[in-house]
């Protein structure tokens, strides 16, 4: 028997997106579908070994140009180190955690590899992985869709 077909949401080449876990709302996100994994702007990168022999990374996310900044280091236990490849085609090896971005009033759990983009026009990246888990289709004519959306009246 086939499983009935989810419709697919349309997103659109920008979105405001939520990360309920930092508590940090309103992050303006370029939807990128030559990125694989998604990425957040973030500095102070480093990690220490605790006593117990585990290491934490600790980061600071967004900067002081976002209204929830607040400075305070991210600390994060659950981390891989990974080649990714940035979009002028250099591999750089990036520190990759998952969390929860909320799109359309809806928590996805995806990936993020978490780089320096003060260079970049947005702080965070949207990637492949988290279209395709999410069914997303990008309409690069529109943006902020999820920001407009309103659920349905029950």
Known sequence: MKKPRVPKRVVGRRELVDFPQFNIQGVEAKVDTGAYTGA?????IYVERLPDGRELLRVQLLDDTHPNFNGRPMEFLDFTLRDIKSSNGDVQERYVIHTVI???NEDFQTEFSL??????KYPVL???LLLRRGRFV???TRRNLSARFQ???N
Request: charged share 25%.
């Open 40 to 44: 957040i702007h973030c500095s102070n």
């Open 102 to 104: 909320r799109l359309f």
């Open 115 to 120: 780089s320096d983009r003060s260079d970049m």
């Open 126 to 128: 949207i990637g492949r």
């Open 138 to 140: 990008v309409d690069v």
């Open 151 to 153: 659920p349905a009246a």
